[in-house]
C-alpha cells in the first residue's frame, strides 16, 4: 500500500469564481459601496476558498496569499513602506494602500512591473538609503486567526525578505538595497513570533528570487535571513519556496538554509530533483515538490509525476515528501465548473485551480493509482509544420536598413517633431461593453452592433482630431482583449467561458488556450482600420498584438516548442500586415509587451530565448515595404540587459512605459543603443489622475535630452482602454499642449 504524502497549496487565486473581487473593489472605488461592504466580500471569498481546501483534502492550506490588490504592496503595507507623497495626502489606511497602487490627483503612483517572467503585476517598493521599517499591518495574523476560526490551522504566506529586496527600487539614489536587510530582519521576527503566538505552526516563505541570479550580497543575505527567522521562532516550521525557474549555481545555498522544508519548481527546473534529493540526503529537511502545474490549464502527466516523487522518496523517505503546487494557483482560472462549451477532447486535458486540488490529493493518497489514468492527458505529438520548414533569412528582415526607411517615412509620413499619437485603446464604456454581450447573446444582430462600433470609432476620431493628435487610433471598441480579440480569429486556439485570471488590482484577462496550430482565417483588423482612415486625412495606425504576446499571454502548447507555436502566430500577423499595407494603412503598431517577460530568469538562458523570440517579431513585420512604418509597444518591463534584442526587433518607432520611472529607464534608448525612434510614456493610464502639462512637457524635455529630439515620440504609457472620457479627454489635450511647448522650448518649429 502506499504511503499518503502530505500535500501543500503554495497559493489560490484571489479574484473568485465570477470575478467577485474585481466587482467589489470597482464598486468601491466608483463610491457604491462602502469600505466594510469592499471587506465583507472579501472575508467570504477567503472563507470560500479555504474551505474549498480543506473539502478538497489538502494538508498545508495557504492564509495571507489574498489580496485586495498585489501581495508586494500588502508586504510593504506590513513593513510599513508607504511613499511619503501618499502618506502626507492624509488618506484612511484603506484609501493610503489604493493610492500607493493607483495614484491620487496629486500623488503618483509607485511603480508597478511583471511578477517576475508571468502576466501577472506587482507595485514596486520604494525604498531609500534611510527607510525603516515597522510592524504596520497585522493582516497575517488576522487572516491566520479568519481561517483558524474555520477549523482550519493555515501555513501563513510571506513574502522573503530577500525577494522583497531585490524587487524595490531605489527611489532617490541607487544603493546596495542588502544594506537594509540589518533593519528589516527584526520586522520579520515580529511578525514571526505573532504568528506562533496566534498558533501557527508553519510558515511559507516565498523566495523566488533563487531563480534569478544573485549576487554575493543578496546570497549573504538569504543566509542571514533564515538564521536569524530560524532563532526567532525555532518551534515553527518554515518552508522556503522557490519556482518559476532553475536555482543553478545557488542551489547548494538553498539546501544549506536551516529550515523545516523546501519546495522546488519542477514544472521550469526537473533536472534539479535530483541534485537537491542529494544535497539533502544527511539532513532532515523535508522536500516540497512543485509537480502540478501552477502557470498553465494542462492536466499533471500523473505518471511522471509519480516517478519524480519515488526517486525522491527512494533517498529521502515518503516522510520527508510534500507534493505541492508548482507555485501559487494565482495564475490559472479558478474552475472548470462553468466550462460547459469547451470542445470535450480539449477540456478533458485541462485543469483549473480547482482541479489542480484534486490532482494534488490524487497524488498525495496514491501517486501510483493516479498515474494509471496519465494516458487520459496523454497526446500524440504534432506533425511538423510544413509551413514553417520554408522560412528562410529573407523572410526575417525589411528591404532597407532602419536608417534609411525612417528618411523615407519621414518624408511621405509628413508628421511635425514630437509627433503626438496613443497607444490604441480608448475607453472601454459600460456602452461598450453591454453592447458586445448583447451582440453575443444574440439580444441585438450583426447590423446593429456593428453601426454602434461605427459611431463608436466616428466618436473616437473626432476627439483625437480636436485634441490635435498627430497619428490617431480607431479605439479598438470591437475589441474585448488585445490577445484575445486576435485568437478569437485564429484556428488552433480556443477560449473558455470564466477562465479569468488576475493581471493586477481589479484588471482580469481571460487568456487563450492554444491547443493545436495555429492559422488565420482572415483578415482580422482590416475592416475597422479602414473605415476609421475613411473619416480623416490624418493618420489612422493598423493595430496589432504582436506574437510572443499572444503566445504569453495565452495558456500555450505544452506538447511542442514555444518557438514553433510563436513563429506559427507570426505567419499569420505576417498576413494581416500585408493585407492593411495594401489597403494603404502607412502605419501599423505591432505591440510586444510580453517579450520582456518571456526572458528566462537566468541569464545564461536569455540568448537562447531572445533570438527565436525576436526573429518571431521579424517574421511577422519583416514583409512590409521600407514606407510602412512599425511600431511597437512595450510596456512596465525593464530593458537593461535586453536592449540589443529590442534593437534587433528592427522596429521604426518604439514606445515605452517610462511615466512611473527614472531616466535610467531611458538611458537604453539613446542614440548609441538604440536605433529607431522613441515614445516614452508622459502619461500613467494605470492612476485616474489627469496629468498637467508641465509635467508632461517636462518628462518630454527630460527625454529629449537623452533620446534626441530628431527621435522623440510623444505618448501615454499604455492603452486608455481602463480609463473614463472624463479623464481621457483632458490629458489628451494635455499632452497635445505639452508636445507643442516642448517644441517650442527646443525651438523646433
Partial sequence: MTEKLTTHCLGFPRIGANRELKKALESYWAGQIGEDALLASAKELRKRHWLLQKEAGIDLIPSNDFSLYDQMLDTSCILGVVPERIAKEGLNTLDTYFATARGTAKAPACAMTKWFDTNYHYIVPELDRDTRFSLSSNKPVGEFLEALELGIRTT??????????????????????MDLLERLLPVYEKLLRRLKDAGATSVQFDEPIFSCDISAAQKTAISRSYEMLKSAAPC???????????MGPSLDLFASLPVHALHIDLTKAPQELLPLVEALRKKDTHLSLGLVDGRNIWRCDTAKAAQAIDKAAAVLGTERIIVATSCSLLHVPVSLTSESELKPDVKARMAFAEEKLLELKALGQNR?????????????????????????????????PRVQRLA?????????????????????TKEVRANRAAFKKGDIDSEQYEAFIRSEIEHCIRIQEKAGLDVLVHGEFERNDMVEYFSEQLDGILFTQNGWVQSYGSRCVKPPVIHGEVTRRGPMTLKWTQYAQSLSNSHVKGMLTGPITILKWSFPRNDQPLRTTAFEIALALREEVR??????????????PGLREGLPLRGSEAAAYLEWAVDAFRLASGGASPQTQIHTHMCYARFDGIIDAVNRLDADVISIEAAR?????????????????????????????????????????????????????ANPDCGLKTRRWEEVIPALENLVTAAKDARSKLALG
Fill in 236 to 246: 515553527l516550521k518554515l518552508i522556503v519556496c522557490n519556482y518559476f525557474g532553475s
Fill in 368 to 400: 501510483h493509482d493516479a498515474a494509471k489514468s496519465a494516458t487520459a492527458s496523454a497526446r500524440k505529438a504534432p506533425s511538423p509544420s510544413l509551413r514553417l520548414a520554408t522560412i528562410g533569412e529573407a523572410d526575417l528582415s525589411r528591404a532597407l
Fill in 156 to 177: 501563513p504566506v510571506i513574502i522573503g525578505p530577500v525577494t522583497y529586496l531585490s524587487l524595490s527600487s531605489c527611489a532617490v539614489e541607487a544603493f546596495e538595497r
Fill in 579 to 592: 493585407d492593411l499595407e495594401d489597403a494603404g494603412t502607412k502605419i501599423i503598431q505591432i505591440d510586444e
Fill in 408 to 428: 523615407l517615412q519621414r518624408k511621405s509620413l509628413g508628421l511635425p517633431p514630437i509627433p503626438t499619437t496613443t497607444i490604441g485603446s480608448f475607453p472601454q
Fill in 661 to 713: 520611472s527614472t531616466a535610467d529607464r531611458l538611458e537604453a534608448f539613446a542614440a548609441d543603443n538604440y536605433g529607431g525612434e522613441v515614445g516614452p510614456g508622459v502619461w500613467d493610464i494605470h492612476s485616474p489622475r489627469v496629468p498637467p502639462v508641465a509635467e508632461m512637457k517636462d518628462k518630454l524635455l527630460e527625454a529629449s535630452a537623452i533620446i534626441g529630439t530628431d527621435r522623440l515620440w
